[in-house]
């Protein structure tokens, strides 16, 4: 899966509209479906910190007797192939899965922001040099790219983060370079260039901060991209270790078992659950943000 | 400048991009600290200099790297690709056998999508803010929020065991004699050659992997399709048309839809991509024999002209669907092509 | 249905629907293939001189070859061939076809050139008669001699096409496409296609030697999914299914309609620890081995390993004369590895053990057994990281003797015990350990003993001095043997005649269906 599902590479800038001013806890507190999706991934940022306070069993405590029970008053969502509690790993799944999401985009971010911001800045010579070569690792499938970094550095939490980012930042790149391209244009930049500024503080002053708005948007849309992502790749045996308990690789381990269907059915609930919570959030927050589609 | 410029521009520009391709495609399968001895000989054999020797002889592999790239370039330009280690076969023959598989599933989810995504779209943008839209979209985010993989796995336990639907993973049934090979598209070859029960058969193997693949795209175009609509419906001519008095549905479906479907094109060709990459696990988790299950392959066992060959088709076909995308949007907006 | 292009084969055509797990072929040419799905083909389609019958792997039966006799000095064998014997092309069996095929194996320099070390001659007296003769008394290679590899092919066909079986043939021979294709063996089965990791096809050859095989075609289908095999199994889609693992055995065992049986594998599951200080650390102390050792659990890993599993006295599997008694294996006993690590003061040990992440071996994913050994170690106050990765380059890295801790296995090559010489010290297995005779005294008697038994041609003084060489091994080699694994298989009740033996699987001559 490829990053930045949204924006084309010619994203355009929101066109100005007559705004009107618009309160934001009441778009949010009108809507109940983005009342629940708050409070989902509020509910799983606190599982994610209060993990050993919530979880009945140790995560990585085995027990061969106990193992592939099905869900019980003891186990309530079963046990695993060595006879983990399925809930406790869960519940500490989350611990790995929300941060690594959010800093693989964050680092993809600040790696694209970074070289496409110069790229549109520069112009010229380096910035066609720049965008063919996002163009090439756009092009190249990311599961390929992320086995092979793996391959080369080793499986792991670090590795498969610097895989995501490796393989995401040249959408950010795109996106940027095409916000600063548009946004250096625009009346207000030229009219600050008239009155002759440098061209740093313009970029810092009037032009950065224009492009800071649509990248929020489309990383918060992404941060469930890249939990999805990361348990496939956890899933493919590139992510952490087997024993800490992640999603994806929890899935993993129920492969084998499909008449053990909770092995692989919970965690799979759990990547569904929040990551759809998290596009529902990012996706109302960027028609909040995107004046085309406010009602009149 | 002129439209035509752009298309030459940029068909000239693929000739670099695909010769990067094939040097990233090469350094990457050579950045692991491991070669094809690894994966190909046993331990036995391994431990046996001479069988070594002869193993790298007979795949190039004692050459120095930069040779090593610049023969595959000069065989590449001369149409051969090189021989797969793991299936012996010719590179160009193993993709000509495995790319058409995930073109089928990749054509059907797209298909799928887009018969299912865009009357959902218009409808969400049609009734906005009311359930029907919220539901919609919900819907579409489910699409975009499952893994492909757990998808899968969930489909074949409740389909093919528990209710009998769906036939066994895999792209035909042991049973049935696949047609003869003229295209590699299992259907195009069927028919070509009379061979109905493998084509109705290919169709049955083919809902499961398509439907899960879909998920993953329906949720893009119902949203593009909802966003594009709902600022055509805020446009003049669409107004103007209303206060002429034209129906709500004559104006939905002649002017909005229509206006609206342009920006659902370039989505297709974009995410066209993801559904390859999508491909690889759809592929593992049904045994449908296509590029991604070969791509992976090649790369766990490092299968240095495989790895190459796949990298250079997935690429390649990226790039021009890109290509094709960017052109179709300079086509309909003139400012693009002076970016 | 449609049926194949082939002249109509009588009135119940029989075909047979094989699954087949991972697809771990990479070619059909017995010249060149060391792979036990390889195997299962080529000896489908080929025979060679000798052969085992069922499940029997300990008295190799005439094949090809009517009957032999050894020299005195046991490095002569003499074999009588079976007369009037036809390839699939018509071209009939002759001793310079069986010195062809010999001599292509040992010149390709492939994957199983191993097979014939020791080899220092093949003649052929008379159209009838083959001599081989080794440079050292080797009792292995009668056993040997019945891999699929060792098989009869059509050399006059066969060089038509690109083979050659000179001394320069790692170079000349292009026959492998060919061999890819079609087979040119005189077995009961002929290839009629193969879709390298998808599919192949097998149809009967009903002029075999032995007379027609009972079923008339072939399908097997690579299924990767151990528990897609279940489904289709219990639904009919497949009769015979070669890739379940423990837990699909499980929930198969009772379906109407379906028979679950295991067969042992030749095969030894093991913990390695690097005894090269600079790889190994700690863990190349004899006390840390020790400790280890007994630091497992292994009632658990039977568990694991499912039905029909067996413990693991020594290095030399249950099934091999030499093998040790169960009530000799290891023994769990956390407190005395506590002491051990005590007396060793090394103080707080860990370490990294590194495992192949996408292998499932005899239906059991290896990141299981590698996480039960951490959490094992882990109650006696060892730390282990795993490191799993991707099969070739966590071998690469085993090869190279670079592995500090690891969990492998060694299936048998051939269906003889001297395969496990492999463990002696110096020797590929230990080598890759860092254990080598100049480690110790021990190390050096057991690499002596090891040059006097395998050149030892009297059976019972052989069983007896591979015993005591086992027993050297076992306490003074860096391993942990875990288990003797089986490989579970499933059929539909309505197939007879199967059998499964390690070496080459199903053998489908003697399959019929009702």
Redesign the interface.
């Known amino acids: 899966m490829d990053a930045a599902i949204t924006t084309p590479e010619t994203a355009t800038v929101p066109r100005p509209v007559r705004r009107r001013r618009r309160l934001l806890p009441r778009q949010l507190s009108g809507s109940p479906l983005a009342l629940l999706a708050l409070a989902i991934v509020a509910g799983w940022i606190a599982a994610a910190i209060l993990a050993p306070l919530l979880a009945p069993y140790p995560p990585l405590a085995q027990s061969i007797a106990g193992r592939l029970q099905p869900p019980s008053g003891a186990h309530w969502l079963g046990t695993d192939p060595l006879g983990r509690d399925i809930l406790s790993r869960i519940v500490y799944g989350a611990r790995l899965s929300i941060p690594v999401g959010v800093v693989a985009v964050a680092l993809a971010v600040v790696l694209g922001t970074l070289i496409g911001g110069t790229a549109g800045v520069v112009g010229g010579a380096a910035d066609e040099a720049i965008m063919r070569g996002t163009d090439l690792m756009l092009a190249f499938p990311t599961v390929i790219l992320a086995l092979v970094i793996t391959a080369a550095l080793g499986a792991g939490i670090r590795n498969a983060i610097i895989a995501i980012m490796v393989a995401w930042w040249p959408s950010y790149a795109r996106l940027v370079r095409g916000l600063v391209l548009a946004l250096r244009d625009r009346e207000y930049v030229l009219a600050a260039r008239a009155v002759g500024g440098s061209r740093l503080r313009i970029f810092l002053r009037h032009v950065l901060p224009g492009t800071i708005s649509p990248v929020v948007i489309l990383s918060t849309l992404d941060v469930g991209h890249a939990i999805l992502t990361f348990a496939s790749l956890s899933f493919l045996g590139l992510g952490p270790p087997p024993q800490i308990p992640e999603w994806g690789s929890m899935i993993a381990a129920g492969r084998n078992y499909l008449d053990q269907w909770w092995i692989s059915t919970f965690p799979g609930l759990a990547i569904l659950t929040l990551v759809l919570a998290m596009n529902v959030l990012g996706d109302g927050l960027r028609d909040l943000l995107d004046p085309r589609f406010r009602s009149r | 400048m002129t439209l035509y410029r752009y298309i030459i521009r940029r068909v000239l520009m693929l000739v670099p991009m695909l010769v990067g391709i094939t040097l990233l495609s090469f350094l990457l399968s050579h950045a692991v600290p491991a070669d094809p001895v690894a994966a190909n000989l046993g331990d036995q054999a391994a431990a046996d200099p001479t069988i070594v020797a002869a193993f790298r002889h007979h795949w190039g592999l004692d050459q120095p790297l930069y040779r090593q790239y610049l023969i595959y370039l000069w065989n590449l330009v001369h149409g051969n690709m090189g021989i797969s280690i793991s299936t012996r076969q010719p590179v160009l023959l193993d993709l000509r056998q495995h790319l058409p598989a995930t073109i089928e599933i990749a054509v059907a989810a797209m298909l799928l999508s887009l018969v299912t995504g865009i009357p959902l779209g218009m409808l969400a943008a049609v009734n906005r803010e009311r359930p029907i839209d919220q539901a919609a979209r919900v819907v579409s985010l489910v699409g975009v929020s499952t893994p492909v993989f757990w998808l899968g796995l969930v489909a074949i336990v409740v389909f093919y065991a528990h209710l009998g639907w769906a036939p066994a993973p895999g792209r035909l049934s042991p049973t049935i004699t696949a047609p003869p090979f003229v295209t590699g598209f299992v259907l195009v070859d069927a028919i070509l050659s009379h061979h109905w029960d493998a084509a109705a058969d290919w169709l049955g193997h083919l809902v499961l992997p398509a439907v899960v693949l879909s998920s993953y795209s329906l949720g893009i175009v119902t949203r593009m399709m909802r966003g594009s609509m709902l600022e055509v419906l805020g446009e003049d001519y669409v107004r103007t048309a209303r206060a002429k008095g034209v129906t709500r549905w004559a104006v939905i479906v002649r002017h909005a839809a229509r206006n609206a479907l342009i920006p659902v094109i370039t989505i297709v060709g974009l995410s066209f991509g993801g559904l390859l990459s999508g491909a690889v696990v759809t592929e593992t988790v049904f045994s449908w024999p296509g590029l991604g299950l070969y791509a992976f392959s090649s790369a766990t066992s490092l299968d240095f002209p495989a790895i190459m060959g796949s990298g250079i088709v997935v690429a390649g076909v990226y790039v021009l669907v890109n290509l094709v995308v960017d052109v179709a949007y300079a086509f309909f907006d003139p400012r693009i092509r002076v970016a | 249905?449609?049926?194949?292009a082939r002249p109509a084969l009588g009135a119940a055509s029989s075909?047979l629907?094989v699954g087949g797990a991972g697809f771990d072929i990479?070619?059909l040419d017995p010249g060149r293939e060391?792979e036990n799905g390889a195997n299962n083909i080529d000896h489908a389609t080929y025979d060679s001189l000798v052969t085992f019958e069922g499940e029997d792997l300990k008295t190799p039966k005439p094949s090809l070859a009517t009957s032999w006799t050894v020299s005195p000095d046991g490095k002569t064998y003499t074999f009588k061939l079976r007369p009037n014997v036809k390839f699939v092309s018509g071209n009939p069996l002759t001793s310079a076809d069986v010195k062809w095929s010999i001599d292509r194996v040992r010149y390709?320099?492939?994957?199983?050139?191993?097979l014939l070390e020791g080899l220092d001659e093949v003649t052929t007296p008379d159209p009838l008669t083959v001599v081989i003769r080794m440079t050292e008394p080797h009792p292995a290679i009668l056993p040997i001699l019945s891999s699929p590899v060792l098989s009869a092919i059509d050399s006059k066909l066969v060089a038509a096409n690109g083979g050659d079986a000179s001394p320069d043939a790692?170079?000349k021979d292009q026959a492998?496409?060919y061999l890819?294709a079609h087979s040119a063996g005189t077995g009961a089965f002929v290839l009629q296609s193969y879709?390298?990791?998808?599919?192949i096809v097998l149809v009967k050859n009903p002029n075999h030697w032995r007379g027609a095989p009972k079923i008339d075609r072939i399908?097997l289908?690579?299924?990767?999914?151990?528990?897609?095999q279940?489904?289709?199994i219990?639904?009919g889609?497949?009769d015979v299914a070669t890739g379940i693992?423990a837990?699909?055995m499980r929930?198969l065992a009772g379906t109407p309609g379906v028979i679950v049986r295991t067969s042992l594998a030749s095969t030894l599951v093991y913990v390695m620890m690097n005894q090269n200080p600079q790889v190994g650390g700690p863990f190349a102390n004899p006390k840390v081995v020790q400790a280890v050792r007994a630091a497992i659990?292994y009632?658990?890993m039977l568990?694991?390993a499912g039905k029909g599993a067996l413990r693991q006295a020594g290095i030399i599997p249950n099934n091999f004369p030499g093998a040790l008694p169960a009530a000799e294996a290891a023994r769990t006993d956390r407190e005395h590895a506590k002491r051990l690590l005590r007396e060793a003061g090394l103080g707080e040990i860990s370490g990294t053990l590194t495992f192949a992440?996408?292998i499932?071996f005899y239906?059991i994913?290896s990141?299981?057994i590698?996480?039960?050994v951490?959490?094992d170690l882990a109650t006696v106050g060892i730390k282990i990281?795993?490191?799993?990765?991707?099969?070739?380059?966590a071998?690469?890295?085993y090869?190279d003797g670079k592995n500090q801790l690891g969990i492998w296995q060694?299936a048998a090559?051939y269906p003889d015990v001297s395969d496990y010489l492999?463990f002696v010290p110096g020797r590929?297995?230990a080598?890759r350990t860092g254990w080598m005779p100049e480690a110790s005294p021990e190390a050096q008697q057991i690499a002596q003993l090891a040059k006097t038994t395998e050149t030892e041609i009297d059976t019972p003084k052989r069983v007896a001095l591979y015993q005591r060489l086992n027993r050297m091994i076992a306490s003074y080699g860096p391993w942990a043997p875990l288990f003797q694994p089986v490989t579970p298989y499933a059929f539909r009740s309505n197939v007879h005649g199967v059998t499964f033996a390690s070496a080459w699987m199903v053998d489908y001559y003697t399959v019929s269906k009702t």
């Open positions: 249905m449609l049926k194949d075909t629907t990479k070619t060391l390709l320099k492939g994957n199983a050139a191993f790692k170079t492998e496409a890819n879709t390298p990791k998808q599919e399908v289908r690579n299924v990767a999914e151990p528990a897609a279940e489904l289709m219990k639904k889609d497949l693992g837990d699909q929930s659990d009632q658990g568990a694991l992440s996408d499932v239906g994913q990141n299981l590698a996480q039960k951490q959490a990281n795993l490191n799993g990765l991707p099969y070739s380059v071998i690469q890295q090869r060694w090559d492999v590929t297995v080598k």
